[in-house]
């Protein structure tokens, strides 16, 4: 009675796809026949926590604790 009625839905078209390999790659000489060095690697950008090490890690978790502790405390009375 209270059941949804849902819209059928369509079939997709038949797509064909070719399966064969072509035959034979043809490799191109380089334009020029100098020596290129390598594109050096990306440096790392510096985001909003990369200055952070174990010590703020530390002192972060720290407070985290102390301040749990507090308000657990604050509950009870």
Not at 22 to 49: D, E, I, K, N, T
Not at 57 to 72: E, K, R, S
């Amino acid at each position: 009675m209270f059941r949804p009625k849902y819209p059928e839905a369509p079939t997709p078209p038949i797509v064909h796809v070719p399966t064969a390999v072509p035959a034979a790659q043809h490799h191109h000489a380089p334009a020029c026949s100098c020596q290129h060095a390598p594109a050096p690697a990306p440096a790392r950008p510096a985001g909003v926590l990369s200055g952070l090490n174990a010590g703020t890690v530390g002192a972060v978790v720290t407070v985290g604790i102390v301040l749990t502790a507090l308000l657990a405390s604050q509950r009870r009375r």
